[in-house]
């Protein structure tokens, strides 16, 4: 699983988090999470990913491993990416960061 994150003004985002997340029923298995940083041209690269159900997300601010607090995930789910993986999938995707400020304003 590949791609590119860029902002809400279509530059690339460096240094952002591009975060794979598992399908809720199996959010509990921290194994299947998958996140890293962006490079200088907004490109990630995920590997070793399990086949399954996933949402992927990127913020432009965010605190490392909050991706794993199903009430911070609760109010952003529609904003994520969803995908389904299957064994020998190569994917490649483009996202737009979530705003931290829109997810901090999200929070119950």
Known sequence: MQ???SDADGLPATGVWATLVPSPPRRSQHRLYKAQTTDQ???FDLRGVAPGEYTLFSWDEV????WE???FLKPLEKKGEKLALQEGDAKSVNLTTIKASNAE???P
């Open 3 to 5: 791609g590119a994150v």
């Open 105 to 107: 304003e999200q929070k």
């Open 63 to 66: 605190e490392g491993g909050a």
């Open 41 to 43: 041209y907004g490109h």
């Open 69 to 71: 607090d199903p009430d």
